[in-house]
């Protein structure tokens, strides 16, 4: 069995056919799936070369995005073709044959493992795309405690097992690679980088990347936990003043205003930020995570009351401050563990 190359292809140039004919003499053999994403007509001769090089290929009728044509592709993939596993990579000529060559070694070489062509981003690199790099690389860090050098590289490599999953993630456009990154550790599967060359061509015109649009995709479960927390921050911080004025406990206040407010958190966590699959895959997971999540929220409890009683009773600051450096300390830790450990 060898390795195929999966290359998810929008609206291509001359660079796709470069890319197989380089692919072709210096891997010679190797399988190769192109997925059309909805080109349309006027690239039809671009595709038919394609096919007469040996390429199969997938067409979409309109553009699905880029996670929809790579899960096309994954699909065709594990139901007609024996194979070791996928490498993917992008049609614009950004990643080399000896990358792509180099990838699929690895893959063998790391079963377990989802390889990841890691760029330097050494040389001239354009502004956007070295800014986006760096935004995305330090806010998967935050949210998932694992460091990559590369989050947004398309060359990418799976062994065969790994296509079932593949299939199943969440995500039909820029948003499903990062999806696959943020699953990956509670689904079992580590990550692993080799270094890559880093090609830009023309300032990386040619990407289909939108900034302001793909941007809001690829972050938007980092925003949505932001927006599950503030909302139950609000309904705690409400509650914790509240109980404290009728009781005049703060430990009673403490215990109360969490638990109301945690019943609100992991009902949003659960149907909207940290979903996965499909309703009965989500129902399924519920017995595991609900207990995982109020272990979690005995720890945050003791940690606040601490917290609190250090600053308030302990060092005289007012209760209104020492709330808000309290939260915003345990937000992140709290973002962490349910990424890491409960969802």
């Given at each position: ?240 003043f509240i109980l404290q004025l009728i009781s005049g406990h ?94």
């Open positions: 069995m060898k390795m195929v190359v999966l290359i998810p292809s929008y609206e291509p140039d001359v660079r796709l056919i470069n890319l197989i004919e380089d692919l072709q003499a210096s891997i010679p053999g190797m399988p190769i799936v192109v997925v059309d994403d909805g080109s349309g007509e006027s690239y039809g001769e671009l595709f038919k070369q394609v096919v007469q090089l040996g390429c199969m290929l997938l067409t979409h009728k309109t553009n699905l995005g880029k996670g929809r044509a790579l899960k096309t592709g994954f699909n065709y993939i594990r139901s007609h073709m024996k194979t070791e596993g996928a490498v993917c990579a992008d049609s614009d000529g950004q990643h080399l044959p000896t990358d792509i060559k180099k990838i699929a070694e690895a893959v063998r070489e790391y079963p377990g493992r989802i390889v990841m062509g890691s760029r330097r981003f050494t040389g001239k690199v354009p502004l956007r795309s070295n800014f986006g790099n760096t935004l995305t690389r330090k806010m998967y860090a935050f949210s998932t405690g694992v460091k990559l050098y590369d989050t947004q590289t398309g060359l990418r490599g799976y062994p065969a097992h790994m296509l079932d999953w593949l299939c199943e993630l969440n995500g039909e456009r820029f948003e499903y690679e990062m999806n696959m990154l943020l699953e990956a550790p509670g689904a079992g599967y580590a990550l692993h980088e080799i270094p890559i060359d880093t090609v830009y061509l023309d300032e990386n015109k040619s990407s289909h990347f939108h900034p302001i649009k793909d941007s809001v995709r690829v972050y938007m479960p980092i925003v949505k936990f932001i927006a599950s927390s503030l909302s139950s921050f609000t309904i705690d911080f409400v509650l914790l703060l430990l009673f206040a403490v215990v109360g205003a969490r638990l109301g407010s945690s019943i609100v958190n992991f009902s949003l966590n659960q149907k909207f930020v940290f979903r996965k699959g499909s309703r009965a895959s989500s129902s399924a997971s519920l017995t595991k995570s609900l207990p995982k999540y109020y272990a979690l929220v005995v720890i945050v409890l003791l940690l606040n009351y601490a917290f609190l009683h250090l600053l308030n009773i302990n060092l005289g600051v007012p209760l209104l401050v020492a709330k808000l450096l309290t939260e915003a300390v345990l937000f992140l830790f709290s973002y962490w563990s349910q990424r890491k450990f409960v969802y």
